[in-house]
């Protein structure tokens, strides 16, 4: 898509500026239903358009994504812009400088449309923990965009936006992507800077793209990935074009299956999924399986080391350096501590008022599993099991160049359906989780659509590839989006 | 199962507030995410090393230099309360 509208752009069909302005009549129609967009950003986007027309006009040479209109998630930084992580604890929060991938795409010429909503501080997966309002699927209102991105994917899927950034710390970018029909990848834990992303847990936390196909990502991918001296773990890259590796060549090349998972679908995921993995072997790829023994503890683990690096993240929210301060006058039932009274009701009280209820549920949990006494049952135990883990991963990979596994186990649920019930809600990323917890890259790829609740839902499978080789995912999951055209 | 006054202590390491109701819900929460979490239990990690980072990356540095940053008027802003260009604590005596 992207290529195509770049395309018109050279040719003069089209100006940067109308362009952006017919994604705002877009949203107009059709925000007030699917609530995709917590903040417009039309001035800016329409600056960065008329800069992108001027270069046109003069003739020079203009990037792939120059000019094409996208959507940020509202956890990113974009410098004078209102950045809420979703959250009323940083509902009147300007961010005062940009997050990496915001300069790297302002470098590039792309233009922000908007912020989009997500589950408050990324923590969901249904965008029901948002402090402002669910945002609901394209594809049918009464379901989840699926979460945290689902602002991001729900705005792609709307034709809202040309793409869109995600963060992906447990499946936050697939699981959208495969509940709303688009691509989503998350990229190897290092490959993307995040600096200027609100941290949730950063030994999980990536960025990437949401968009309609898997060059689109690439393209994205492209423009965004790289070392920066802001973030530590940003890994070294050769400043690669992602779109250059999609040859649809995937002739002899092993892809793993883990039986366990695709027997323990419903029949109709089933269907989808075997129909995947039949056209990958027409299409020259041996379907190897493989064992990922130690992959069932992977949710677990998640729900230990994520809970512990919010609780330590998000302590930053006091009420005191920016965000919301309150101070309800009350005294609190908590007396336990020695600091002075007036300091610790603030903090007490901000923190009471602005998060919500999941978020305090995994800052809660967090506290608990570092506090004295319980840190070697709790956050030691579960980094030991990541790294077992790790090493099937490892193990699995002497075989087989990718896994290839279900992005989630449904398709989008019902709003309101597993709200009540935090432990259902956190089996939707059963199959996503993983690759956050060894740091491998995945990519969710719209596979046959799934016959759900007498419903016709989109469906996505995953494609998990070893460290750093994004490449690989990306020509796979292109030869099958080429194949099913 | 976790007691209510274990919520009230956590909940005071958190520095969140939490009232009568919310604490008993919090007992409920947090015990049968336990529980749950307890599987791990069952995972033999004898001689497992911990993953520090995942893509085994280390010793980052970068030059310790001084920068200015130039936003600071931005950051004065967000200050909920400020006095003199400065950020207002509360009293701490």
């Known amino acids: ?485 | 199962m976790i007691s209510t006054d274990e919520v009230k202590h956590i909940a005071a390491l958190a520095r969140i507030g939490l009232n009568e109701k919310e604490i008993e819900k919090f007992s409920h929460d947090l015990s049968s995410t336990l529980d749950w979490i307890a599987q791990l239990e069952e995972v033999d990690v004898a001689g497992v090393l911990p993953t520090a980072h995942i893509t085994g990356m280390g010793n980052i540095s970068r030059e310790d230099g001084v920068t200015d940053f130039f936003e600071k008027e931005k950051i004065v802003k967000l200050f909920p309360e400020s006095k003199n260009g400065y950020d207002k604590v509360k009293s701490v005596l």
């Open chain 1, 1 to 485: 898509m992207i290529r195509e509208l770049h395309e018109k752009l050279i040719n003069k069909e089209i100006t940067a500026e109308q362009l952006a302005l017919n994604y705002f009549d877009v949203i107009e129609k059709k925000d007030k239903d699917i609530f995709a967009y917590l903040t417009l950003t039309k001035e800016l986007a329409l600056e960065q358009a008329r800069k992108v027309d001027a270069k046109i006009a003069r003739g020079e040479k203009i990037e792939l994504l120059e000019g094409i209109p996208g959507a940020i998630k509202d956890n990113l930084c974009i410098a004078g812009v209102r950045t809420t992580a979703s959250s009323k604890i940083l509902d009147n929060y300007i961010a005062p400088y940009d997050a990496t991938v915001i300069e790297r795409l302002e470098e590039v010429g792309a233009v922000f449309l908007g912020k989009t909503n997500l589950d408050e501080f990324a923590m969901g997966s249904s965008t029901e923990n948002s402090a402002y309002g669910v945002t609901k699927n394209p594809h049918d209102l009464t379901r989840v965009s699926g979460g945290s991105s689902g602002g991001s994917a729900a705005a792609v899927a709307a034709g809202e936006a040309v793409w869109a950034l995600g963060t992906d710390t447990g499946g936050s970018i697939r699981e959208p992507a495969s509940f709303c029909g688009l691509v989503g990848l998350k990229p190897t834990y290092g490959r993307v800077s995040r600096y200027g992303a609100i941290a949730m847990a950063s030994s999980l936390d990536q960025i990437g793209p949401l968009t309609k196909t898997v060059e689109d990502a690439a393209i994205v991918l492209s423009a965004i990935a790289g070392q920066d001296k802001m973030d530590a773990t940003s890994a070294h890259s050769s400043g690669k074009d992602y779109a250059k590796c999609l040859t649809g060549e995937i002739q002899g090349l092993r892809i793993g299956i883990v039986k366990e998972h695709i027997d323990g679908l419903g029949e109709d995921e089933k269907k989808s999924i075997l129909e995947v993995i039949e056209t990958y072997k027409k299409l020259g790829a041996e379907i190897v399986e493989v064992e990922l023994p130690h992959s069932k503890y992977s949710l677990a683990t998640y729900y230990i080391i994520q809970p512990c690096e919010v609780s330590s993240n998000l302590a930053r929210y006091d009420g005191i350096k920016y965000g919301l301060s309150v101070n309800d006058e009350k005294e609190s039932n908590l007396a336990e501590s020695n600091l002075p009274k007036k300091l610790l009701e603030t903090y007490l009280d901000s923190r009471q008022y602005g998060f919500g209820k999941e978020v305090q549920r995994r800052i809660m949990l967090g506290t608990y599993a570092l506090s004295s006494g319980y840190y070697d049952a709790y956050y030691l135990k579960a980094q030991k099991v990541r790294t077992l883990i790790k090493k099937d991963f490892e193990e699995a990979f002497k075989n087989v160049d990718l896994i290839l596994t279900p992005t989630a186990p449904t398709p989008a649920f019902k709003i309101g359906e597993k709200t009540e019930d935090p432990l259902q809600m956190y089996l939707a990323d059963m199959f996503s989780i993983t690759a956050n917890i060894v740091g491998v890259p995945a990519i969710s790829v719209p596979g046959p659509e799934v016959a759900f609740e007498g419903k016709t839902l989109p469906f996505g499978f995953q494609l998990m590839g070893k460290w750093f080789d994004e490449e690989n995912i990306l020509r796979v999951a292109h030869a099958y989006e080429i194949a099913k055209k």
